[in-house]
């Protein structure tokens, strides 16, 4: 499967909006809005909707923990990757790429990018987790199958 494909499924099922933030955005208000919506990191865009970078919650995590500025005083811009530093990928890269690189990285987002050079989404690990669970579900059914009527001949009720 293919970045481009997860992207279809993930706006079948309605999840498939990318949520932003300014770089001027507190961490605490980040923090508040990753809680909110349930989700992992968030892509930092300036007034004309370019991308500046991503934050996650690890970022900010691993960035305030022992800081003494209040987090309602630290800014995104602060805490974000930065575009230069982003990892981006294709609607054609497919998900063993995708998990190769991120398990190198330690990385748990990617946002995809279209022919144009526009945003099409992110990737999750979760998004890829899922996908290759459906695949191992299918392959052990079709197993199992196959060990019970070698033949073709369907001899057994489910």
């Known amino acids: 499967m293919v970045a481009k494909e997860i992207l279809e499924k993930k706006k079948e099922q309605g999840n498939h909006k ?28 300036n007034n004309k909707n370019e991308i500046l970078g991503i934050v996650s919650e690890r970022d900010i995590l691993y ?3 022992n800081s003494e500025i209040p987090l309602k005083e630290r800014s995104i811009k602060d805490l974000m990757t930065p575009k230069e530093d982003l990892i981006i990928g294709k609607l054609e890269d497919d998900t063993h790429y995708l998990r ?34 459906k695949v191992t579900e299918k392959e052990a059914r079709l197993l199992r199958e196959h060990i019970r009527n070698p033949f073709g001949i369907h001899l057994y009720d489910e």
């Open 18 to 45: 990318v949520s932003t933030i300014t770089e001027n955005t507190s961490a605490f208000e980040a923090i508040a809005q990753l809680d909110k919506l349930k989700i992992g990191s968030l892509l930092v865009i």
């Open 63 to 65: 960035k305030c923990y």
């Open 100 to 133: 190769n690189v991120m398990t190198q990285k330690r990385i748990r987002h990617i946002p995809i990018i279209d022919d144009s050079g526009q945003l099409a989404g992110i990737v999750s690990s979760g998004d890829i987790l899922k996908n290759e669970l």
